[in-house]
């Protein structure tokens, strides 16, 4: 039996185990030549954190509030496509996860569970992420599905016109399943013999069209709050607010995308700047360990939310490795708080860190 994995980065290896290749690369995989990929987490590398000692640290409190729902920590899990690539329970699996772990989950549009079936599973905190088809009605439809069932905000994806280019996806020629969340829809079959059937779906479906001014009708169908999903500039953190949506998310959609955009952790405070504390400001892309967290928080983010931990902790043991990753990253942060002499979130500052920008402590 392999050992039990002693950081998140681990259950990568695990899942590489227990999956098909081609399932394996599709959650692995980035865009192209995969710079972006390897930045997300080497940029966290970069950072320093500045502990302050003889602290009374006696007691740490991790938990925190995002939009208002309290829950254990600052940490999410992020919307990831098709879990049932990774474990036959899905959605479902992942949802029991957050609950058990008290941590928010957002459920991916391309959910291989219905949208009723992972909220009726259990009582996890769910916002529902979303693509804007060229059919609207199937957009608007799946919102208001969500926010019958119970689901809390919107998460509109911003950052996917199109499908990035990832090779490994082209090279094994991947094919989705039929996804249950779309049944009665729309087929989400389409025959390519170029590759990748994910690309040619999202070009036959996605509205490449849908900008700024959009989010008006978004608004005009659903009373939910509405976050905005791969935000990398201080420009868009403005229009964001302009347009009047509740939150942002620094996000290059874990480097799928678009190839050579900047890793997430080296733009976030500029967001913050940019959003002058009027909206909240949350992190995703490379975070693999507690300190990652902290990180985030010093420079500005309210939370961060965590991708391909999430699907490896599914793959590789269900929702048994995903309570795992959670608990990992949790126990890790309140570590990183101790020896940082921070109790709370609130009492991690911009000076618990010190980014390449910043002045040398000395010059050696
Ligand atoms: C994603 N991501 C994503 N985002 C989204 O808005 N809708 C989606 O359906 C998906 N699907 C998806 C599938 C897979 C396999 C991955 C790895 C990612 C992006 C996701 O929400 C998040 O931005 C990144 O995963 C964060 O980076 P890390 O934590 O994976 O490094």
């Known amino acids: 039996m392999a050992a039990e994995p002693v950081n998140v980065t681990e259950f990568q290896e695990l899942a590489r185990q227990a999956l098909p290749k081609m399932y394996y690369d599709y959650y692995a995989g980035g865009a192209e030549d995969q710079y972006t990929l390897k930045e997300n987490v080497e940029a966290f590398h970069r950072i320093n954190i500045l502990p302050r000692v003889l602290v009374d640290v006696g007691k740490i409190d991790i938990s925190t509030s995002i939009l208002g729902y309290r829950t254990s920590a600052p940490l999410m899990i992020a919307p990831t496509g098709m879990h049932k690539l990774a474990h036959p329970e899905g959605e479902v699996a992942t949802a029991r996860a957050a609950a058990a772990c008290d941590t928010i989950m957002a459920v991916s549009f391309s959910s291989s569970c219905p949208l009723e079936e992972v909220a009726s599973s259990c009582n996890a905190i769910r916002f529902f992420q979303l693509y804007v088809y060229k059919r609207r009605d199937i957009s608007a439809l ?190 890790e942060l309140e570590l990183s708080m101790a020896l940082a002499g921070t109790c709370t979130v609130k009492d991690i500052t911009r000076g618990h860190v010190r980014t390449q920008h910043d002045r040398p402590l000395c010059k050696i």
């Open 142 to 331: 799946l919102v208001q599905r969500a926010e019958r069932s119970g689901f809390k905000a919107v998460i509109l994806t911003a950052d996917t016109p199109r499908l990035g280019r990832r090779e490994a996806d082209i090279k094994n020629k991947m094919i989705a399943p039929p996804l249950r969340n779309f049944d009665g829809l729309i087929s989400t079959d389409v025959v390519t013999d170029k590759g990748s059937n994910l690309a040619a779906y999202a070009s036959a479906t996605f509205d490449a069209s849908f900008c700024w001014k959009d989010i008006t009708w978004l608004k005009s169908i659903t009373n939910l709050p509405i976050l905005i999903k791969g935000v990398l500039t201080p420009e868009d953190a403005i229009k964001a607010l302009e347009v009047g949506v509740s939150g942002i998310i620094v996000s290059n959609h874990g480097a799928r995308q678009l190839d050579y955009s900047p890793a997430t952790i080296s733009v976030l405070e500029e967001v913050v700047e940019a959003v002058q504390g009027k909206i909240p400001v949350l992190l995703d892309g490379g975070v693999r360990r507690g300190t990652d967290i902290f990180k985030a928080l010093a420079l500005g983010a309210q939370a961060v939310m965590i991708g391909r931990p999430v699907l490896f902790g599914l793959a590789a043991n269900g929702e048994y490795g995903v309570k795992r990753v959670i608990n990992m990253l949790k126990e």
